[in-house]
């Protein structure tokens, strides 16, 4: 199947720094991308959507200005959590969706553990 | 609006006996439907889905579901579970179509497999 790459795997930061999650495609391009958050033993709450060269789509309840997503080419998106505080701690996963024959699956990437002190 | 509902938050089966795990959902259009599992600290693999034609679909390592329009279901069954299936599952719908982009996932099983 395809691979989607995420990096980083876990990151710790101090109060007030920004972070930057990149969400990789590695053998397909990906139209469409996709970011998650997950908090402890929940569900996926999906925070935004976002096409290859257009401006992302925000869930209801999801800060633009805190969480900026760029999706600059078809196989790279990236989540940068600006400002970061302790409750913006939580799991965030990408997924891609890919051309056609791909069309109607999404695939995920292995997450990452964001944790601000 | 879509939604979904997986009744059982954990499910703890001894190691060889089979499993069902269950997914209802709510839609007033036509729907993909899909099982992912997740294993601690990593993100979600596709175990299977369903896109139309035959409504039992078989997945990975021994998971099959099936799909019956009529109860609004998508159950998840393995005859023989193994210590390795111990993971959480969701259940997730898609509406039918382009356009159409987001996945709703179900609240998630835990199953845990006793020895």
């Known amino acids: 199947g395809a691979v989607v790459s995420q990096h980083p795997s876990w990151v710790i930061c101090k109060s007030g720094t920004s972070v930057k999650i990149e969400c990789r495609s590695l053998d397909f391009q990906a139209t469409t991308m996709f970011w998650y958050r997950q908090f402890p033993k929940q569900s996926l709450m999906l925070m935004a959507t976002s096409n290859e060269g257009s401006k992302a789509t925000y869930e209801q309840g999801v800060e633009k200005d805190k969480f900026l997503i760029n999706h600059a080419s078809l196989t790279l998106s990236t989540l940068t959590v600006t400002s970061a505080h302790p409750e913006d701690s939580s799991f965030y996963i990408c997924?891609?969706?890919?051309?056609?024959?791909?069309?109607?699956?999404?695939?995920f990437g292995a997450g990452t553990r964001l944790s601000v002190l | 609006a879509q939604s979904v509902t997986q009744l059982d938050s954990q499910v703890p089966v001894f190691e060889e006996a089979p499993v069902e795990l269950r997914c209802n959902y709510s839609?007033?259009?036509?729907?993909?439907l899909f099982w992912y599992v997740q294993y601690p600290n990593q993100g979600l693999q596709l175990l299977l889905k369903?896109?139309?034609?035959?409504?039992l679909v078989k997945g990975i390592n021994g998971f099959e579901a099936e799909f019956n329009k009529s109860q609004t279901s998508f159950h998840l069954r393995k005859p023989s579970v193994h210590i390795s299936d111990t993971a959480e599952y969701f259940c997730a719908v898609r509406l039918y179509g382009f356009g159409n982009e987001k996945l709703t996932f179900g609240t998630g099983t835990r199953l845990t497999i006793i020895p």
């Open positions: 839609s007033s259009v036509s729907v993909y």
């Open positions: 369903y896109l139309s034609g035959s409504t």
């Open positions: 997924s891609a969706r890919g051309a056609p024959g791909l069309q109607n699956i999404q695939y």
